[in-house]
């Protein structure tokens, strides 16, 4: 069966991409954000992972207000990076993992989850920025499941269903016949908003509790409506989201441990407080 190793959370704002096009890593501005990610990349580089299924929030590019899955999984042999106007520069395809894809919306369907199936998908910043961030160094070297999380258009999915998702998706990875080694990937937040009257809007004090409960009490943020969260962590910070799903996968298995590899927060970037958390499974 496969082996789930762990989970990167990272924040995915799309100058981050502009920034690594221009070599900006080490300028004042960048260097607190870019300086969280060695220690991640040396983890990454000991356990060599040979697939990303990756929680992200699609932002108007693949599916726009008209058409508006609430959980979408890719199940492409290619994605293709089109972002969705920011003018930055796009990053060539990514592989998909064909047959986990279809292994996980086959355990999703069976467990009750009516998730949309995308045979063609494209992704933007918050897929493909996470992936440069953790394999900045030539091809990236894994392939990749795509699952879309709506934090654009309400209604949202509750908190709960999120997690409950998360841990059906790391149930499916855990039974998936292969011998192929997987890392989840939570894309998004932290706290930000970046519209109306609260734009700028960014809670420290949230984000750490946040943070740390993704480390002890992976359910905290269950306990919230999508209202509270969004008041508390903003309109766009609610991509936390994504960061709960990738914890949640975490959780299956008899002995559900994990070991904090490493963690950045650092505010802002844009509008947006900024987090990195590596968490390693130990249990099996
Ligand atoms: C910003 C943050 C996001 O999450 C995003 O998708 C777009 C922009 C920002 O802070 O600029
Ligand atoms: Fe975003």
Known sequence: MAKLIGCVGTSHIPAIGGAIHKGLQQEPYWKPFFDGFPPVHAWLAQKRPDVAVIFYNDHGLNFFLDKMPTFAIGAAAQYNNADEGWG???LPPFQGEVDLSWHIVNALIDKD???VTCQ???????????????WPQGPCPVTVVPICINTVQFPLPKASR???L???VGEAIASWDSSKTV??????GLSHQLDGERAGHINKEFDLQFLESL?????WATQFSIHELVEKAGTQGIELLMWLAMRAALTSGPQPGVRKVHSNYH????NTATGLLALEKTGT
């Open 120 to 134: 063609e998908m494209l992704v933007d910043h918050s897929c493909t920025l996470p992936l440069k961030l953790l």
């Open 183 to 188: 890392a989840v990937i939570g894309s998004g």
């Open 267 to 270: 505010i802002p970037i844009s």
């Open 215 to 219: 480390n002890s009490n992976p359910e």
């Open 162 to 164: 999120v997690y409950a």
């Open 166 to 168: 998360g841990k059906a």
């Open 113 to 115: 989850f009516d998730v």
């Open 88 to 90: 930055i520069p796009t």
